[in-house]
């Protein structure tokens, strides 16, 4: 089955490390994106992808970095100077450019708690 | 991308039908009106876009008002499992593609 997926689904760290969220996408999407989603909240975006090897912030990128070494992986690095790293992480993805009227799919999410 | 704004909360009876209404007055003429959903502690859930005419599919349908300022999502018949916050999402065709979400409507749906 095509599908985005995320890993984990929970994932605890200790404050002061880097942590690493995995997106694995086999749509053959161009485009990826990560956001962050606080209790209550609307998702917020942090880094998007728009073609491999290409990746520009979001509205709240600092404290994160990401890498598109290949077309279906985008991996989120939360590292330690993201002061509040504790939240509710999506990763989604689209087609390109070349086909914007189209919906993109999400992930199921990995649930970060920094202790 | 053009700001929506949503009522923050609504409830429905079950079997009746959900309108959900969102203003986007901002819009512009190449810009979409896209709804998604999600349940608690899941990943979003598309449900139906729009730019002018009116659409429906198996889930929903979407009225767009004629000046594009406002549409509103209807569930025909809503169940429990329609419980979910429901966002409302203008995006720019011209952009990075990249969806701007506010706070959403949360749907009650009451038995």
């Known amino acids: 089955d095509g599908g985005i997926t995320q890993s984990p689904k929970y994932l605890f760290r200790k404050e002061g490390q880097n942590v690493t969220l995995s997106c694995e996408q086999n749509?053959?999407?161009?485009?990826m994106y990560w956001y962050r989603q606080d209790p209550g909240q609307g998702l917020r975006l942090i880094y998007y992808s728009q073609i491999v090897n290409d990746f520009q912030k979001g509205d709240i990128a600092e404290g994160y970095s990401v890498s598109r070494e290949k077309k279906e992986s985008f991996p989120l690095t939360v590292t330690s100077a993201q002061k509040n790293p504790t939240a509710f992480y999506l990763c989604?993805?689209?087609?390109?450019?070349?086909?914007?009227?189209?919906?993109?799919?999400f992930g199921q999410g990995t649930r970060l708690t920094v202790v | 991308d053009a700001k929506t704004t949503q009522p923050t909360s609504m409830d429905c009876a079950e079997g009746r039908a959900a309108n959900l209404p969102c203003n986007h007055s901002?819009?512009?003429?190449?810009?979409?009106v896209y709804w998604y959903r999600q349940i608690h502690s899941q990943g979003p859930q598309y449900i139906i876009h729009?730019?002018?005419n009116n659409e429906t599919n198996e889930m929903a349908s979407l009225i767009i008002t004629e000046d594009r300022k406002s549409s509103t999502l209807i569930l025909p018949h809503a169940t429990l499992r329609d419980t979910a916050v429901y966002y409302c999402i203008v995006r720019d065709s011209s952009n990075t593609g990249k969806l701007i979400f506010g706070q959403g409507t949360t749907l009650q749906v009451k038995p």
């Open positions: 989604a993805s689209k087609q390109g450019e070349a086909s914007m009227n189209t919906e993109a799919f």
């Open positions: 749509l053959n999407h161009d485009a």
């Open positions: 901002t819009i512009s003429g190449n810009e979409y």
């Open positions: 729009g730019l002018k």
